[in-house]
């Protein structure tokens, strides 16, 4: 269970840098969740951590992590992560990995019903307004009623994490894509 030493998740929940990143990690430990979805991966520095840290409480096979990234299709200013050397990079023994290609909307549209349940969902800085303008109708569908959202976002003293809840998400949802949505669920 705890291939993760103590002092590596101290060091992860109290020292890594980006410093925003320590409060993720120490909610994962506190909470424990199981299911996990980021939309926009980035280079995966951050997920290779969140799996470091699940270890610390998750049993082999039970950590299920989902990732939501353009991968090829990112544009040409940005870092590349083609999705064959995501995988790759993440697979790892007692962990279950699935990547979804494509923008938060049409990711979400494809696979939000596969991942009900998900106990935590992490929005990366990178992903605009809108972007999630049309996708947050589809969040709903994914999570429980002890489901966290955290949206990271720029501030003046670098990135920071705002938690939503099931209401918050509601309040992003458009009355237009409220009756979409309930309707789809039906």
Same mark, same amino acid.
């Given at each position: 269970?705890?291939?993760?030493?103590?002092?590596? %998740? =101290?060091?992860l929940a109290? *020292?890594?840098?980006?410093?925003?990143?320590?409060?993720?990690?120490?909610?994962m430990v506190r909470r424990k969740p199981t299911r996990v979805l980021?939309?926009?991966i980035g280079l995966a520095a951050r997920t290779l951590r969140m799996i470091d840290v699940s270890r610390? %409480? =998750?049993?082999?096979?039970? *950590?299920?992590?989902?990732?939501i990234d353009l991968f090829e299709s990112r544009p040409v200013t940005a870092d590349m992560l083609p999705l064959?050397?995501?995988?790759a990079m993440l697979r790892q023994p007692g962990i279950k990995v699935r990547l979804i290609p494509g923008d938060a909307l049409a990711a979400m549209t494809r696979t939000a019903n596969s991942l009900a349940n998900t106990d935590l969902i992490i929005v990366d800085a990178e992903i605009r307004d809108s972007d999630l303008r049309d996708a947050w109708q589809y969040f709903p569908r994914m999570m429980h009623?002890?489901?966290l959202v955290l949206?990271?976002?720029?501030?003046?003293?670098?990135r920071f994490f705002e938690s939503l809840g099931r209401a918050d998400i509601e309040r992003q949802i458009t009355p237009e894509k409220k009756n979409t949505a309930t309707v789809r669920a039906a």
């Open positions: 269970m705890s291939s993760t030493s103590y002092l590596k %998740y =101290c060091r109290w *020292f890594s840098k980006p410093a925003c990143e320590r409060k993720l990690y120490r909610y980021e939309i926009g610390r %409480y =998750c049993e082999d096979g039970q *950590f299920h992590y989902s990732g064959k050397e995501a995988y009623d002890k489901t949206r990271q976002r720029e501030g003046r003293g670098g």
